[in-house]
Nanobody, 114 residues
């Protein structure tokens, strides 16, 4: 079964950086598109970034373009989200997701505040 374990969140000041990781298991990681989502209380989960199976193609929400970078290491079954120039509105719980799966990990909290 699909298992996703997110890590790397924390409290950071505006303008700071964080690198999130998502360790995946239970499926052939290198065969699937992977995505990062985020959710704030009372709102829907929003798509942040997506990466193709081999990592050659990426897409980003307009709100994070130029600041966030999604990447993956298929040898380690891990997808990453490098977040730079963080803003208070980036505060959310961040989740990774396998394409065409309904499984979610526990998420990792990112708080951007001075």
């Amino acid at each position: 079964q699909v298992q996703l374990v997110e890590s790397g969140g924390g409290l950071v000041q505006p303008g700071g950086s964080l690198r999130l990781s998502c360790a995946a298991s239970g499926f052939t990681f290198s065969a699937y598109r992977m995505s990062w989502y985020r959710q704030v209380p009372g709102k829907e989960r929003d798509l942040v970034a997506t990466i193709s199976p081999a990592g050659a193609s990426t897409n980003y929400a307009d709100s994070v373009k130029g600041r966030f970078t999604i990447s993956r290491d298929n040898a380690k079954n891990t997808v990453y989200l490098q977040m730079n120039s963080l803003k208070p509105e980036d505060t959310a719980v961040y989740y990774c997701k396998k394409f065409a799966s309904t499984s979610w990990g526990q998420g990792t909290q990112v708080t951007v505040s001075s």
